[in-house]
C-alpha cells in the first residue's frame, strides 16, 4: 500500500519536500565556481550557530568539524554535495542555488546520514531532521510581529476509534481568550506524506500566518485544528508494529478511512465539546496539503454537507465529474480552494475553471517558482484562510 | 561572568544535565561484560526506530549505520564509549548504568559531535540535541493519561524590557476552557542553565504532571506560565551578539537583572492582562531548577510581597539570616519549598528545619537517587504543586 500511494504521489512532479533523504542519492561536487560570497547564517540556525549559511543566489552552506573523517557531503534537494576539510579538521560545501523557501537536509559522515548540528530540527521527509529557511522575498507575511497574538496549543485526547491517546495543536486567536462568550469557526488542516501535525505548527508558521493576517482585518478570527493523518484502528494498533517508520507510520492512513474515523468521531465532537465553536456545516472547513490534500478531497467527497470551505494544496484537483450531480456538496460548499507551486503541473488553475462553470466557487492558486515544498503550503494558506468564514 | 556562573554551579555537585557536551570527555570501552541482553527500544525513540535501546541494567546501547567510519563513539554523563563496527558497517556500543530518568547524550563520527538520528530532540547542554530516556520505577506520574487534559500554549509576546518579540508556553488545566468564569492563580516556572523554555514543556511533562495530579484531586487547578531566563536588555541587544552560545547566552542573564524586569515589567502584567487570572500576592508562585532555582531566589527576595509560593529545585536554599527580620517577605509567603537529587548536596532538608524555626513554612524533598537532572525536576514539580494555592 506504501508504494502505490507513493507512486500516486510522484505523478505530482517529485518530491521537493523529502529532499535529504538520502537514499541513492547521486554525489556531486561541491559548487565552486560563480558564488557570490554573502553567505550569512541562516535565520533558523540554533542559537549562537553560524552554520548552515545561504548567500543571494541562494546557495546552502554547511559546515562541520569531522577531524578524522575522510568523506562528509550535505545532502540537500536529491544531491549529495561532497564537502572538503581544512587543516583544522573543518569540512565545508556549497550546494548549488535552492528555491526560495523551506528545505528539509542532512550531513553524511564517513556513510552515516545525521542532522546538522548547526539546524533546528523538525518533523518531515519521515524524520525529526535538519531544515533551511532559503529567503524568500515574500517572508515576511510569516514572521513573528507585535500585533495582538494568538495562541498554538498542544492538546491530547482520547481516540475511540484508535483507543489511544492522541495529539493535536489548536490555533486560538488572539481575542477567543479576551472575548470570553464570542464562538468561532473552525478549520481542520492536514499534513503532507512524511509529516505530521508538528508540521503546520512549526515550519508552517500557521499562527504567524493568522495573526498578521488578523491584525490587518484581511482574515477574519478562527480556530484551526491540526491533527496526525496517522491513524490505526484499535485492532490494528494492538498487532506488532512493523514497518511503522516508513513515511510516517503508513499502514493507517487509508485516504480517509481510520483518519476520516478518527476527524468525524472523535477529533470534530472533541474540539466541539471543549471550546467555544459555532457547530455548522457553514462555520467548518477542511484543508491539507499533498497527502493531507488528498484526505480532504476524499472526506469532504465522502460527507458532502459537513464542510462548507475545502482547501488542496499541492493536492491535486475536484474535477466536475465528481461534483456537477452532487447536490449535497454544492448547497453545502461556500468555498472550494486548490493551488499548488509553479515548478509542479496539477491543473489547479484549469479545474477551477471548470468547477465555475458548474456552480461551484472554485479558486486556483500557483505559488511561483516554488516546487512540493512548505512554501507553496504557506502562501497557499496565506491565500485560503482570506478567503473562508466571510 | 559566563566562568564565575559556571563555577558558582559547579559547587553544587556536577553537572549531570550537562551530560554528553563532548568537551574534553575521556574515551572509555564499550560496556561488554556481566551486560544482561533484554535491551528495549527507549520510550523518547523517533517513531520506528529500535536504537538507541535501555536494558534492565539501565545500560543505554546506541547504534548507527557509518560504513567509511574508522571511530564512533556514544558521548553520556561524560564519558565517550567506543562503539564497534560490523560486517555491514553498523556500529554499536553499551554505556555503564545510567541513572533513572533523563539524559542528554549524543554520537561521535569520526570526531564529529552530532544528534543520534534515532532519538527525539530537546533543548539542553546549551544545544538541540539528542535524550534517552531511562525507565524509573515511578514514571507513571507524568505519562499521558486518559484524563481531562489541559494544554500547552505557545504565546509571544512584546518585551517593554528587550524591546523584542518573546516565546513562552502557557499550561492552561482543562476546565479553564470548560469553565469560562473562573479566575486561576498562576505560577511562574524558570529552566536551568544551557536551557530554555522548552525544558518543562517537554522533558519536563510539566502538564501531564498537572493534569493527572488534578484529576487524583492532589493538585488545585491553575495556571504555570513557563518563559525563558536568558534576557538581553534592549540597549546590549543592538550591541553584535558576540558569544552567544555558551550555556544558552549568558550575557543578559544577571541572576535576576534583566529577566527579573521582564518578569515584573512585561510577563506577569501580560498574563494578568490577557488571562482569566487572580493577580495578588497570594495567588502568585516562583519556582525555578538550578540556575532558575536560584533566580527564584533571587528576585523573591527583591520582590518580597509579590510571590507567597516559592519553589527551589537543585538550586541552593534560603538561609535563616536572609529572612528572620524580613518581614515583608516571611508575612507573603505560604510554602517556601527546597529540593535536590539524593546525588546531591545540597542540605535542603536541614535548611528546611532551620527555617521553621523562624517561622516559614519551609519544606525540604530529595529525588532517591538522581543527580542534577530532569528526572529530580519532574520529582521536585509533582511535589511542590501539591503544595501550593491550597
Not at 500557521?206 to 484502528?233: G, H, R, S, W, Y
Not at 490534500?293 to 465528481?322: I, Q
Request: aromatic share 12%; net charge negative.
Amino acid at each position: 500500500m506504501a508504494l502505490a500511494t507513493v507512486s500516486a504521489y510522484a505523478q505530482f512532479g517529485g518530491f521537493g519536500g523529502f529532499g535529504g533523504r538520502g537514499q541513492g542519492n547521486p554525489t556531486v561536487p561541491s559548487v565552486t565556481e560563480n558564488v557570490t560570497e554573502d553567505f550569512k547564517p541562516a535565520s533558523n540556525n540554533q542559537s549562537g550557530h553560524q552554520y548552515p549559511m545561504v548567500n543571494s543566489q541562494r546557495m546552502v552552506r554547511a559546515q562541520i568539524s569531522a577531524p578524522d573523517a575522510t568523506s562528509v557531503g550535505l545532502d540537500i534537494d536529491g544531491k549529495i554535495y561532497s564537502m572538503s576539510k581544512d587543516e583544522n579538521g573543518v569540512w565545508t560545501g556549497t550546494s548549488a542555488p535552492q528555491d526560495e523557501g523551506f528545505h528539509y537536509y542532512q550531513l553524511n559522515i564517513d556513510g552515516a546520514s545525521v542532522p546538522d548540528p548547526g539546524s533546528l530540527y523538525y518533523y518531515g521527509a519521515s524524520r525529526w531532521g535538519s531544515a533551511i529557511e532559503v529567503p524568500s522575498t515574500d517572508q515576511d507575511f510569516w514572521q513573528v510581529k507585535n500585533v495582538p497574538q494568538g495562541s498554538m496549543n498542544e492538546v491530547y485526547y482520547w481516540s475511540t476509534v484508535t483507543e489511544k491517546m492522541r495529539h493535536c495543536y489548536i490555533y486560538f486567536p488572539n481575542e477567543y481568550y479576551t472575548n470570553t462568550t464570542k464562538k468561532y469557526p473552525v478549520l481542520y488542516l492536514m499534513h503532507g506524506m512524511g509529516e505530521n501535525e508538528h508540521g503546520w505548527a512549526e515550519q508552517g508558521h500557521t499562527a504567524q500566518i493568522m495573526d498578521n493576517l488578523i491584525a490587518e482585518k484581511k482574515a477574519v478570527p478562527f480556530i484551526i485544528v491540526i491533527d496526525c493523518l496517522d491513524a490505526q484502528p484499535a485492532q490494528r494498533a494492538q498487532a506488532p508494529a512493523q514497518g511503522q517508520g516508513g513515511f510516517g507510520g503508513f499502514g493507517g492512513f487509508g485516504m480517509g478511512g481510520a483518519f476520516q474515523d478518527v476527524l468525524i468521531k472523535d477529533i470534530i465532537p472533541m474540539v466541539e465539546k471543549n471550546y467555544r465553536v459555532i457547530a455548522d456545516p457553514q462555520h467548518r472547513g477542511m484543508a491539507g496539503l499533498s497527502m493531507g490534500g488528498m484526505t480532504t478531497h476524499s472526506v469532504t467527497l465522502a460527507n458532502p454537507t459537513t464542510f462548507a470551505y475545502v482547501g488542496m494544496f499541492s493536492g491535486g484537483t475536484f474535477n466536475t465529474g465528481e461534483l456537477e450531480n452532487n447536490d449535497d456538496f454544492k448547497k453545502t460548499n461556500k468555498v472550494l480552494f486548490m493551488s499548488c507551486g509553479g515548478k509542479e503541473n496539477m491543473g489547479v488553475m484549469e479545474a477551477a475553471e471548470n468547477l465555475k462553470k458548474i456552480g461551484i466557487n472554485a479558486t486556483g492558486y500557483i505559488s511561483p517558482e516554488t516546487a512540493h515544498e512548505w512554501h507553496t503550503w504557506r502562501r497557499s494558506l496565506y491565500q485560503f484562510v482570506q478567503l473562508i468564514f466571510k
